[in-house]
């Protein structure tokens, strides 16, 4: 060795040395992934080791062992990782010695900022400790080595691993429980925007668990894709740990972009689909794992009980599980569903889906030996698949919450898009509207689930179901989803098997699958044109009949703000208007509805004050399917005399007041004076709710109307003092407004559309920037999905009449950069 190496080897033994070193290593690009793990996990075992060897020797301290475990005992250093280590002893030391030892340890590590999890601890403290506590437990599972007596930490490794297997029933059941707990509190990794990488379900924490469960011999994970998912999981953990220069686990939206580019992906949305799928392994590997211990406990517990009962057993066998026909070629066997002795799969290319639908409509598992069989053995469909076979993929469908789990199964042998090719586009892709629960693929699922419950409600049941998994298809191509799944549904149907207007309805399904819940909420259902406009894209009643189960299918398995009794009461209310034109009726001309007894009240208290009057009332509670019933909202009537910035002064003092609004209707009234002349003014009827808490005093509200009507309080400059006190986090920059012009919307009025980032002041905003363009809005329709609001207003000139299609364009540009 030259004196060079000496040098360099003595610098890197210190805490200066081990810093550069591990900088060098942590900034090297060429080395990533495993092999940086392992050479940082390396380069601190060398550290440490020399500060352990230094220290021994100085406090003459024998029989000990520094001895790394957890993620450290598995060489899974990532950049920011904590350093898992245990001081073990034989109880021969001093106590002062050994605490001197710790020290010259301990403290080099928290002098470089790292984080220490340490112990100090005999074998046989160490054992005890593990028995009492699980977490230490599973951490001494992967114990290794780092320098001192190699016995005494081999030692324990092997007692740890002997008390390990030994309590197996008591502390698998223990750790199953632990898992499931976690997975409650932290959400399954492959759907969340911003997923725990290591504790939410399906994550690193996960995969450790199943390492644990091999180690006890009561049963192993399954290991196809386990190692290379634990690698995509570790791997993006240590660019996010790179790119934060924090120990964080979180893959927070902002941080999304960094660490795609870090790993060298396209963007975020390849990160996230990447993530899914790792985490979709490890969680469908877990639910494998688990349900096979549950199975080797329960015949563990039986079995000497029927050894007893046999008198030790015919030939001491083990004994064999009864199978209960299923379907033709499958059966039950040990609460699984798996093949009969007679299958051949080779030669019947629909025993994989009526496997499938057997195993749903049980309610029971699917064999992973029979999944792996089935897509290495299994002949391919014919293309268009037969009936038989179509009509077991509606029976798979129909099956309710069992289906879910079953399609999991088939996808994660790959077997659902050897069945249906598109299906790969939409496998795992995220969903970055945050009012969507699943990812794209797990939302149809869960749309055909939702479905299956409504197949009472539609003549054709398959038809129903069939959209129901194929509405959202054309996401992941470039345009309107529903336009590009239009075409893709058709290839599709046809491909199961449908005849051609079988596949016509599926494709219009899918076409126009938004169709109602968008027309029903940003529309005046009052003018025919909607009603019309609507029977023309369906085109029958059978047709409308299978739309409206779809559309409250796709609201139920999109998220809870996705669907409410307010939004299912105005889709049944345009299901109702559109049935009747398409049974020949024609929609009656929109009139101006007479004013109700309260609002006249109010308009003649208005004409008589020359104020504004304010009344707030509780809207009927309809019942929904449950059963229970459930409020609509609170309805806010204002009646004053006709002026100009009435509605965005209105607007903003409910933003003020924190009143989320979901509707609103504006119209001019004339009641005569005593003068026997008439008088114009405005009532505005409003459904809010209160964004928390509870809601204001109409005499408050009132007041505030009052001033902001008069100039007295300045709503823009209040808005933006309460924005700036309290700003919102914002994970990622939000896509700007979009304002358009809907063409053929109306036949009295012309639709402006705006699509925007929901915020404080939105609307307020919006009524100013119509006001300032000097149009009247005769009506508003206000929706709010997550963090996108999408409100429609119906404006006319100041003669009452559309407008022209220059000035709409104008006036859509106005309110865009307004907003802008």
């Not at 076409?511 to 025919?528: F, M, N």
């Not at 739309?547 to 009794?565: F, Q, V």
């Not at 101006?592 to 309260?598: I, L, R, T």
């Not at 409100?791 to 859509?812: E, K, W």
Request: proline fraction near 6%; include cysteine; glycine fraction near 8%.
């Amino acid at each position: 060795m030259t004196s060079t190496e000496v040098t360099t080897e003595s610098e890197e033994s210190g805490p200066s040395g081990y810093a550069a070193a591990r900088l060098r290593l942590l900034q090297e690009k060429a080395q990533s992934g495993p092999p940086r793990r392992a050479a940082l996990a390396a380069l601190t075992d060398d550290w440490l080791s020399a500060l352990f060897t230094t220290a021994a020797a100085e406090t003459g301290v024998r029989g000990a062992a520094l001895v790394a475990v957890g993620g450290y005992g598995r060489g899974e250093l990532s950049p920011r990782s904590d350093l898992d280590l245990l001081l073990l002893h034989d109880g021969s030391a001093d106590a002062a010695a050994l605490a001197a030892l710790a020290d010259r340890v301990w403290y080099p590590v928290w002098d470089l900022g790292l984080a220490l999890d340490h112990s100090v601890r005999t074998p046989a403290e160490a054992c005890w400790t593990a028995r009492e506590d699980l977490k230490v437990q599973l951490g001494l599972l992967d114990a290794r080595p780092v320098a001192g007596d190699l016995g005494l930490a081999a030692g324990l490794r092997t007692a740890i691993l002997a008390d390990w297997r030994n309590q197996a029933p008591k502390r698998l059941p223990a750790l199953d429980e632990l898992c499931r707990e976690r997975a409650e509190r932290m959400g399954e990794l492959q759907f969340l925007l911003e997923p725990d990488l290591k504790e939410a379900r399906g994550g690193l924490r996960d995969a450790t668990a199943l390492r644990a469960v091999a180690a006890s011999w009561v049963a192993d994970a399954p290991r196809e894709g386990l190692s290379e998912a634990r690698r995509i999981l570790l791997d993006a953990r240590d660019a996010l740990h790179l790119t934060t220069g924090r120990a964080t686990d979180r893959l927070a939206l902002q941080e999304q972009d960094q660490v795609a580019t870090e790993l060298g992906l396209l963007d975020a949305d390849a990160l996230l689909r990447q993530v899914y799928e790792a985490a979709r392994t490890v969680s469908y590997a877990t639910d494998v794992t688990w349900r096979e211990v549950s199975r080797v406990l329960r015949a563990r517990s039986v079995r000497p009980r029927l050894r007893a009962m046999l008198g030790g057993g015919l030939g001491g066998g083990k004994p064999v599980p009864d199978r209960t026909p299923l379907a033709d070629g499958v059966v039950e066997a040990d609460g699984e569903v798996v093949l009969a002795r007679t299958a051949r799969p080779e030669k019947d290319p629909v025993l994989t889906l009526r496997a499938a639908a057997a195993a749903a409509e049980s309610g029971l598992p699917l064999s992973r030996h029979l999944v792996r069989h089935l897509a290495g053995a299994a002949r391919p469909l014919p293309v268009p698949w037969p009936a038989d076979a179509r009509e077991e993929l509606v029976t798979l469908l129909g099956a309710g919450e069992a289906t879910v789990g079953v399609w999991e199964a088939l996808e994660s042998e790959g077997i659902i898009t050897r069945l249906l090719p598109d299906w790969e586009r939409v496998h795992c892709r995220p969903q970055r509207n945050p009012v969507h629960t699943w990812t794209v693929d797990r939302h149809l699922v869960e749309t055909a689930v939702r479905a299956s419950a409504l197949t009472r409600r539609v003549g054709r049941p398959d038809l129903l179901l069939v959209a129901a998994l194929l509405h959202d298809i054309g996401k992941g191509w470039p345009g309107d989803h529903s336009v590009a799944g239009e075409v893709i549904a058709r290839d599709m149907a046809a491909r199961i098997g449908f005849d051609k207007h079988d596949v016509g309805v599926i494709a219009t399904l899918v076409r126009h699958h938004l169709l109602l819940i968008e027309t029903a909420t940003r529309r005046d259902l009052d003018d025919p044109a909607t009603v019309r406009s609507v029977a023309t894209a369906v085109g029958t009643a059978s047709t409308l009949e299978l739309l409206h189960a779809l559309t409250e299918a796709d609201a139920l398995a999109t998220g809870p703000a996705a669907w409410s009794t307010w939004r299912a009461s105005l889709v049944t209310d345009l299901v109702r208007r559109v049935a009747a034109v398409l049974a020949g009726e024609a929609p009656p001309e929109p009139e101006p509805a007479a004013p109700s007894a309260e609002q006249e009240r109010l308009a003649v208290e208005a004409l008589r004050t020359g104020e504004p009057v304010l009344a707030l009332h509780a809207q009927a509670e309809t019942p929904p399917q449950d059963g229970e019933p459930e409020p609509v909202g609170v309805e806010l009537l204002i009646a004053l005399p006709d002026r100009p910035g009435v509605l965005p002064a209105a607007a903003g003092v409910l933003a003020l007041h924190r009143l989320t609004v979901r509707a609103a209707d504006l119209r001019a009234v004339e009641l005569p004076t005593e003068l026997g002349e008439s008088a114009d003014l405005l009532l505005l009827s409003w459904r809010v709710a209160a964004e928390y808490g509870s809601l204001p005093q109409a005499a408050r509200l009132r007041a505030d109307l009052v001033r902001a009507l008069d100039g007295s309080l300045d709503i823009r400059a209040r808005l933006a003092e309460r924005e700036a006190a309290y700003p919102r986090r914002r994970g990622v920059k939000a896509p700007p407004p979009r304002v358009t012009v809907a063409a053929a919307g109306s036949q009295v009025a012309t639709v402006i559309e705006v699509r925007a980032q929901d915020a404080p002041g939105l609307l307020h905003r919006i009524g100013r920037a119509l006001e300032q363009s000097a149009v009247r809005v005769r009506s508003a329709h206000v929706s709010t999905l997550g963090a996108n609001a999408v409100d429609a207003f119906y404006v006319t000139d100041t003669d009452g009449n559309p407008l022209p299609d220059a000035r709409a364009a104008q006036v859509a540009g106005e309110v865009e950069k307004a907003l802008g």
